[in-house]
């Protein structure tokens, strides 16, 4: 049982490139979250998802956009990454809305 | 909009004592609080979560208690250990929807001197 797993870990991107990021969950979660933390920031909601196949916004979700296919997945993608967004990103599930197990992180450097 | 506030933002204390930590909140009309550990380079581990309904939730040495009308929430660590030093965050869940949304603090950096 490996609860929320992410990857990758870290990963150095130029201006205007792109990637995903991955999360994987194996608790038969329902909910699943992307937050990004930033020194003096605290951690702050990117997008969510409630179920396969559905997502919505959270309180920061511009250059951002996520996919829930799988229950077991859901991906974050950066379609034209820019500085602002250097962070950690973590990943998160729930059983509905019990409490949420968080992933290691992934550490995105956006040059 | 709710507003989470951890004060003091770090602190550092020798092994054995007793300490405090807060989190403050702005709107009252919250689900429930948590409190998370995070240790550096890694991810956010519930500690305690307490109900609106509830005052205060204990696991071994860890006490938090909860004023809703205060706004106020307060992790007690009994005996701090070495092993103690993270970072503790606390994070509110809203009323409404059937979202699970959690507002978090900016957490406080603990540090316990062997």
């Known amino acids: 049982n490996a609860g929320v797993t992410q990857t990758p870990k870290f990963r150095v991107l130029k201006t205007g490139q792109s990637m995903t990021l991955l999360c994987a969950q194996d608790m038969n979660h329902e909910y699943m979250y992307w937050y990004r933390q930033d020194p003096g920031m605290g951690l702050r909601l990117i997008h969510y998802s409630v179920g396969e196949g559905t997502t919505a916004k959270g309180e920061v979700p511009d250059g951002y956009n996520v996919s829930r296919l799988k229950k077991q997945n859901f991906l974050l993608g950066l379609e034209s990454a820019a500085p602002s967004q250097t962070s950690v990103y973590f990943c998160?599930?729930?059983?509905?809305?019990?409490?949420?197990?968080f992933g290691p992180g992934t550490r995105l450097l956006v040059l | 909009k709710q507003e989470v506030t951890q004060i003091p933002a770090a602190l550092s204390v020798p092994e054995g004592e007793n300490l405090v930590l807060n989190c403050s909140f702005t709107?009252?009309?919250?689900?429930?609080l948590q409190w998370f550990r995070q240790d550096p380079g890694k991810g956010l581990t519930s500690l305690l979560l307490i109900q609106s309904s509830q005052r205060e939730q204990t696991s071994g040495r860890l006490n938090a208690s909860l004023d809703k009308s205060s706004g106020r929430s307060t992790l007690y660590i009994a005996a701090s250990q070495p092993g103690d030093s993270a970072t503790y965050l606390c994070?509110?869940?809203?009323?409404?929807?059937?979202?699970?949304?959690?507002?978090f603090g900016t957490g406080t950096l603990l540090a316990v001197q062997p």
């Open positions: 998160a599930s729930s059983f509905r809305t019990e409490t949420q197990y």
């Open positions: 709107d009252s009309a919250i689900y429930n």
């Open positions: 994070a509110v869940r809203l009323y409404g929807g059937a979202t699970n949304k959690l507002i």
